[in-house]
């Protein structure tokens, strides 16, 4: 299985914009970057996916490296309910595979 | 519906007991997933159901069964489990395919007395 790695932790201020970073340099042509956020107390959530290109939705963003070995989540302004922990996932077949993931903490 | 319902959400149990999890989904998934976690650690993978048939066991004890009775249930049965299998059980379901996301559920939170 394809490893990612991510910071133990970071942290933010709110409303400030929040980059996540992610390597994983033994990624294939096949793998999908995934990533989820888990609350506390919660089950983990979805946050967004890509392959290649940049992605964009209503939660996050994602920029993805040229030659695909590293990526960044991007939360463009950091609100107290998104610290969480986030994880870098690499999806392939039918395995989802949590890394180790990373604590994001935001001060009022 | 967009939800992934686990029920019991917390259980208790003797290490003699035999209990279930329960999971439930709607949303057509043909994929569901059974994940352990432990306090301050990533979900580890258990198994995973394709098509109601189990396509990935990750040399989890017997003292775990999953049982997939349709397309939209999923369990976990548990027999003599030993302290250390107290965690939070997620379940989760998805399209089968790396292009679309996963649903989790809230998890039930199992403690083995």
């Known amino acids: 299985d394809a490893k990612t790695t991510q910071p133990n932790s970071m942290e933010s201020n709110e409303e400030e914009p929040v980059h996540l970073p992610c390597n994983h340099s033994?990624?294939?042509?096949?793998?999908?970057i995934h990533w989820y956020r888990q609350l506390p107390s919660q089950g983990p959530e979805y946050v967004i996916h890509?392959?290649?290109s940049n992605v964009n939705n209503r939660m996050a963003s994602l920029a993805i490296a040229e030659d695909r070995k590293s990526s960044t989540l991007i939360l463009h302004r950091a609100t107290l309910r998104d610290a969480a922990v986030y994880y870098c996932?690499?999806?392939?077949?039918?395995?989802?595979?949590f890394g180790t993931g990373t604590r994001l903490q935001v001060f009022p | 519906d967009t939800e992934v319902t686990q029920t019991p959400k917390h259980l208790v149990m003797g290490m003699t007991n035999k209990k279930s999890l329960k999971c439930e989904q709607h949303?057509?998934?043909?994929?569901m997933y059974w994940y352990k976690q432990k306090a301050k650690k990533p979900p580890e993978l258990m198994f995973v159901?394709?098509?109601?048939?189990?396509?990935i066991n990750e040399s989890v004890p017997s003292r775990f069964s999953p049982e997939c009775p349709n397309s939209s249930l999923l369990n976990l049965h548990l027999h003599a489990l030993q302290p250390e299998d107290s965690a939070l059980y997620l379940c989760?379901?998805?399209?089968?395919?790396?292009?679309?996301?996963?649903?989790f559920g809230q998890g039930t939170r199992l403690t083995v007395v």
């Open positions: 949303m057509g998934h043909r994929a």
């Open positions: 989760a379901s998805s399209q089968d395919h790396p292009d679309t996301e996963a649903f």
């Open positions: 159901y394709s098509y109601e048939k189990l396509s």
């Open positions: 033994t990624i294939s042509g096949t793998d999908y």
């Open positions: 890509g392959l290649t």
């Open positions: 996932i690499l999806y392939n077949t039918d395995k989802l595979i």
